[in-house]
């Protein structure tokens, strides 16, 4: 079983920055591929980030060129730092480990971007 904590949220002006940290338990860290999601209220879960076992990014058109995700496998820590927040950015933000087909969430960090 694999245990996700989400830190660093909280609330921000418009073209403010954040940086979520995510904390995983475990030794199977570094032969997982790491995502970030967000979630507003009433609307569907999006994917917003991904970090693979073999070092590959990427990024849906959304946050392309404002998100960056990066992970440091010697501390089972995968982070999201967020530049140039929208007030459509604000959301809850989880992450997300996927070990071969198994699939594993964090509680979510709350992301308010308001001026």
């Known amino acids: 079983q694999v245990q996700l904590v989400e830190s660093g949220g909280g609330s921000v002006q418009p073209g403010g920055s954040l940086r979520l940290s995510c904390v995983a338990s475990?030794?199977?860290?570094?032969?997982?591929?790491m995502r970030w999601y967000r979630q507003a209220p009433g609307k569907q879960r999006e994917w917003v980030a991904l970090s693979s076992t073999v070092g590959f990014t990427t990024y849906p058109e959304s946050v392309k060129g404002r998100f960056t995700i990066s992970r440091d496998n010697s501390k089972n820590t995968v982070y999201l730092q967020m530049n140039s927040l929208k007030p459509e950015d604000t959301a809850i933000y989880y992450c997300n480990a996927q070990i071969g087909v198994n699939l594993y969430w964090g509680q979510g960090t709350q992301v308010t971007v308001s001026s």
């Open positions: 475990g030794s199977a860290f570094s032969r997982a591929n």
